[in-house]
């Protein structure tokens, strides 16, 4: 299964979760629509997010605090945790994690990654600082839901000491974690992110995979806490308003996704959602303004995510393979590494009898694999094909 490739970059200023928050906004109560949804055994509880149990500290005190003669605390904390031989974390994209859990399972996506090291740095007196990474956004699907995310990495500064009755921040040469490789550019023009809005991107980020789900009441909950905590974070409003369309409220979903296009008149995945919302709603205005829009959005990308994919898809239930694999081709020359793209130009590969090609294409699959449901998967389809292989040539 793919791994999450985790750096660790000395004196410089920068995971994954969502686009750069908005300008300062107030809070946007009319958006809720609490009746809609069957109320919560409990409150959305956020304290158990960054929350360290007796586990990370016995691991902390075996593994970093009897490990500090002259050496860097932070320096032994990420080896700590990320060292081959020692936590040995995998990458898992199916569900976000507090840090207890990302410790319990030694696995999360990359925003799990960075909640679990940026609690276990503060049980060490650690400060931290979370950024966003500007890079472009990575896309995935559930089902017909597509995600887009972006990514956060950590600054670690030095121990916090106790000044006059206070703590002290010393932050001269201040160690950067990063959850991706990115480019010395990117982290220059990384911004700091406030732990409201990174809290933000945990709630969103659930209620999303709750969304795809279909569990929409839990979804709702913790979208709404997600805006609570961080008014000015679009991409809550955008993941509330699906959930409000995947509920039969369109309406709803119309109102919000028309109060995130107010703060960005040019998101596409805003206006996406918005074009579909409209068409769903089956009166003569609201089509007539989605034509409209699909216009603006063919102008802003003529080629969306997926595109090629999409298309390629069609040719196969058709059995125009050979179309089909162009077509997966042309996606794969977008984003090389995106795993299903692999897994379904094997397939084309398959049916027109490349089996050399098609085994390629599923090893790559195996490899970038991002939850162990997919990696199974691959696993057992590369063994079937590879069976078949051996039966061919022993024809």
């Known amino acids: 299964m793919k791994a999450c490739a985790i750096l660790l970059c000395a004196a410089l200023l920068g995971g994954c979760a969502s686009t750069a928050p908005l300008a300062q906004l107030p809070a946007a109560p009319q958006l809720f629509h609490d009746q809609l949804f069957k109320a919560p055994a409990r409150p959305v509880d956020i304290d158990h997010i960054f ?8 691991y902390l005190q075996r593994e970093v605090s009897h490990n500090l ?180 409220n369109l309406p709803e979903a119309e109102r919000t996704l028309r109060y995130a296009l107010q703060q960005r008149p040019d998101n596409v995945i805003v206006l996406s959602n918005l074009v579909q919302t409209l068409e769903s709603q089956a009166l003569p205005d609201k089509r007539a303004e989605a034509a409209q829009l699909r216009l603006k959005l063919a102008q802003l990308e003529p080629e969306p995510p997926f595109y090629y994919f999409n298309l390629g898809q069609a040719a196969m239930r058709i059995g125009d393979f050979q179309r089909a694999r162009e077509l997966f081709k042309r996606e794969l020359a977008r984003v090389p590494d995106y795993h299903e793209f692999h897994f379904w130009l094997a397939l084309a590969d398959y049916r027109l009898g490349y089996l050399r090609e098609a085994d390629a294409h599923m090893v790559k699959a195996l490899a970038n694999s991002t939850t162990r449901s997919d990696h199974d998967l691959y696993a057992a389809k590369l063994d079937k094909l590879r069976a078949y292989q051996a039966a061919t040539l022993q024809k």
């Open 51 to 58: 929350a360290v149990n007796a586990e990370m500290r016995a």
């Open 69 to 248: 003669l002259h050496k860097d605390v932070r320096r032994v904390l990420f080896e700590a945790l990320y060292r081959k031989d020692k936590l040995q974390l995998e990458y898992d994209a199916a569900m976000t994690r507090d840090a207890a859990e990302t410790f319990a399972a030694r696995s999360g996506n990359c925003l799990s990654l960075a909640i679990m090291t940026a609690a276990l740095a503060r049980e060490l007196n650690l400060n931290v600082q979370f950024q966003q990474v500007q890079v472009d956004e990575s896309w995935s699907r559930a089902g017909d839901l597509y995600f887009a995310s972006n990514h956060v990495n950590l600054i670690l500064g030095q121990q916090r000491t106790d000044i006059r009755n206070g703590f002290g921040v010393d932050l001269s040469s201040p160690l950067t974690v990063d959850f991706i490789p990115i480019t010395a550019k990117a982290r220059e023009n990384a911004k700091p992110l406030e732990e409201s809005t990174i809290i933000a991107m945990y709630l969103n980020n659930r209620g999303a995979e709750l969304l795809a789900q279909g569990q929409y009441d839990q979804a709702y909950w913790l979208v709404r806490k997600a805006i609570e905590q961080a008014p000015t974070f679009l991409h809550a409003y955008n993941t509330l308003a699906v959930i409000y369309q995947h509920h039969g």
